[in-house]
């Protein structure tokens, strides 16, 4: 997962990043769908898996699906451990967690990733407050603190980091082929076997 130990700051475009995005511009749509027929295929591939892939409200937005994600389901989850630089899990039949899964799929030579750690469980930023889905989380979840992990509602109170612990981000290339994801679904599928 990318970590981050100090503040930086990268506000501009380079010339040569903005003439390739202005190359690549005719082949949006085209792109664009191609990354939803993977997104798609995916979600047929996983539908009766114990996962959601990554949501969106159809109703009101239409996704670019640049990336396609995957959560697993909290009771689906085999124990798991991420620390700051090295994570454990407990393998657990008909269970997994995002790091047996990205470990998979590095034996096929995939590359996936974990979902991106939330800012306030970066190392510089650990001490500033942050927000949950009932206020202010400063000091209310971590390990030193009988409860706190879960709200009055008895769900995650950190969203970002119940996001991060149980999600992955999959291949996502829209030059993968049919095949190539194939053997992706059939992968992961395997870790819930």
Not at 3 to 19: D, L, P, T
Not at 56 to 72: G, H, K, Q, T
Not at 164 to 175: A, I, M, T, V, Y
Request: proline residues 7%; charged residues 25%.
């Amino acid at each position: 997962w990318y970590q981050h130990e100090k503040v930086g700051y990268n506000y501009r475009m380079s010339n040569v990043i903005a003439g390739v995005v202005r190359g690549q511009f005719p082949y949006l749509k085209e792109h664009i769908a191609q990354k939803k027929a993977i997104y798609e295929r995916y979600r047929e591939g996983f539908k009766d898996l114990p996962v959601r892939m990554n949501p969106f409200d159809a109703e009101n937005s239409e996704p670019n699906y640049w990336l396609s994600c995957l959560v697993i389901d909290p009771e689906a989850m085999c124990r798991q451990v991420r620390g700051e630089q090295e994570s454990l899990y407990l393998p657990e039949p008909g269970k997994s967690c995002p790091m047996e899964i990205l470990e998979t799929l590095a034996r096929y030579n995939a590359e996936g990733r974990p979902i991106w750690k939330p800012m306030h469980m970066q190392p510089i930023f650990r001490m500033n407050g942050f927000v949950t889905r009932e206020g202010n989380g400063r000091a209310r979840t971590n390990a030193y603190i009988a409860g706190g992990a879960v709200g009055k509602d008895g769900k995650p109170l950190d969203v970002g980091m119940d996001l991060f612990q149980r999600g992955l981000c999959l291949p996502s290339d829209n030059k993968m082929t049919p095949v190539q994801q194939d053997r992706i679904i059939a992968a992961v599928r395997a870790c819930f076997e």
